[in-house]
């Protein structure tokens, strides 16, 4: 059943529609939430809310509510780009009698009442399909978060998984005569503070015997150039692309607990992030240690999967 045919319908029976993404939102994760605020806006007439953390470098989006401030005893829950419940930006949703799940990671939990699940190489790509489909009134609003989406989860169009498909849903969101450069030049300007920080990056990476790069950004570096935790994610750009490195991965300390973040270059590593409680796409995944004295352990895991 198109994604569309679902929510028309339960956006009748239910008090409200929320839309959920996953926490440390990116640019996929925001973009699928307000491409779906702004289609079901205009083709169904009502208002979703956007739940997530607070991220600035979005604001330019429109407005969202913080996690814990809706009740979902009567709503009717969209959660985009989200694998498992527990990495909803706001768990709670769970308790809502209406779920729909639209995701484009590898299906590990099928939460919703309904699951629409495809290993597209974006969330939006999934929802701007599912509404041409549909035949929606498409605004430029929407194609631009939907565009956003698209642009930030492929590296601008660069990783694989990327295919004619996406390219011919780009340019069908194109055509709607948003600002294109204009959007882009907003998503990819980068203050002082980040700049510096991938120049410490840069000395501090690190290479293990069997040529695992590896990376360990501490609370003090956090502290000390201000970044957000998806700032420090732009530190696996520090490490992407070097010849004869394949497999990269990204320590972060965050909330009491070290954020681990997966790369390479079409091995499949996501066993590793499996194995460390975690999980993802193949070759893009992640995982949480609860202490740094397990960093080790991940390089050597990872170091297994290097080609000889
Ligand atoms: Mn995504």
């Known amino acids: 059943m198109n994604a569309f045919e679902i929510i028309e319908r339960e956006i009748a029976r239910h008090s409200s529609t929320v839309i959920i993404g996953h ?81 484009h990671h590898l299906v590990v939990d099928s939460y919703g009442s309904w699951n629409i699940e495809r290993q597209t190489s974006s969330c939006c790509q999934i929802i701007a399909e599912e509404a041409i489909e549909a035949g929606l009134v498409i605004s430029p609003m ?25 390219l011919e849903v780009a340019s069908l969101l194109l055509a709607t005569g948003f600002d294109m450069p204009a959007l882009i030049s907003r998503i990819e300007m980068r203050n002082l503070d980040t700049v510096r920080f991938l120049a410490q990056c840069y000395n501090d990476m690190q290479i293990s015997p069997k040529g695992v790069l590896w990376l360990y950004v501490t609370q003090e570096t956090i502290d000390r150039f201000h970044l957000s935790p998806d700032m420090v994610s732009q530190a696996l750009s520090v490490m992407r692309d070097i010849e004869g490195h394949p497999i990269f991965v990204l320590f972060a300390d965050l909330d009491g607990r070290i954020r681990v973040e997966f790369r390479s270059d079409r091995i499949r590593i996501v066993d590793v992030a499996v194995k460390f409680g975690g999980g993802g796409h193949p070759c893009a995944c992640g995982a949480r240690l609860d202490s740094p004295d397990m960093i080790a352990q991940v390089v050597e895991e990872l170091g297994k999967y290097m080609p000889n």
């Open 23 to 103: 926490i440390q939102p990116d640019g996929d994760c925001m973009g699928s939430s307000f491409g779906l605020f702004h289609l079901i806006r205009d083709n169904y007439g009502i208002e979703p809310i956007i739940v997530n953390q607070p991220i600035q470098r979005f604001d330019f989006l429109g407005e969202w509510n913080a996690p814990g401030s809706v009740d979902y005893t009567d709503a009717f829950v969209i959660q985009v780009d989200n694998s498992t419940r527990e990495r909803s930006a706001d768990p709670s949703f769970i308790s809502a009698p209406a779920i729909l799940k639209i995701d």
């Open 142 to 166: 929407a194609a631009q978060a939907l565009y956003m989406g698209m642009v930030t989860d492929t590296g601008r169009f660069a990783y694989s998984g990327v295919d004619e498909r996406t």
